[in-house]
């Protein structure tokens, strides 16, 4: 799981505090806030009995697409108490000195197992896969070649990053890249789909 807890940095919240969270407002985008939710629950919090509210960020203007952008935007502004969004966010938090990063999960932070709950993908259905038997395999074969070439030159972040965000962002990409590049791998183990299954089964999904 890749996503970050940040906190407004006037709560004081220090890392792994996941009490800071009740009575909060916390930003997090549809489906991503149940790996949130999964932690809570790993820790015996229920949101609603302790006041947290988990929800959609406002949508900022100017900002475009990308989710982490108006996370922090919203932070900053006080819109919200807190996120839990992805590394951009929580990197333009802490440059700004808006936020304290919470939860780090791929770095050890959280309950036991609970870095299995989320993992990026590429999913398809079986009815697609069966009319194009070497679509999985080429995809793959891409997504590994890309890996490479960001090992090779980091540089390259950077470059696709500035097509995309603004200035100050595109600026952050390599260093995001070259960080997290030690969880980049093609391949799923049956360990992530056993922690996966068993993480979607308590939230009865």
Known sequence: MYWYLVM?????????????????????????????????????????????EIGPVPKMPGVGPNFGVSAFKA??????????????????????????????????????????????????????????PTVGAAVKRAIGRAHDLLRKDIGLAMKIGSRLFPTEEASLIESLIARDLPWYETEIHIGDFAAINSFLDKLGC
């Open 75 to 132: 932070l900053q502004t006080r819109q919200i108490d807190g996120f839990w969004a992805n590394g951009m966010a929580a990197e333009l938090a802490v440059r700004h000195g808006v936020g304290t990063v919470v939860l780090d999960v791929r770095r050890g932070d959280g309950p036991a197992g609970c870095f299995g709950y989320t993992f990026a993908s590429v999913a398809a259905s079986d009815a697609a896969l069966a009319s194009r």
């Open 8 to 52: 407004h940095k006037d709560f004081g919240a220090v890392r792994g505090d996941i009490a800071a969270l009740k009575g909060r407002r916390i930003g997090a985008a549809p489906w991503v806030e149940l790996g949130l939710r999964g932690i809570l629950d790993a820790v015996g919090i229920d949101p609603k009995a302790v006041g947290t």
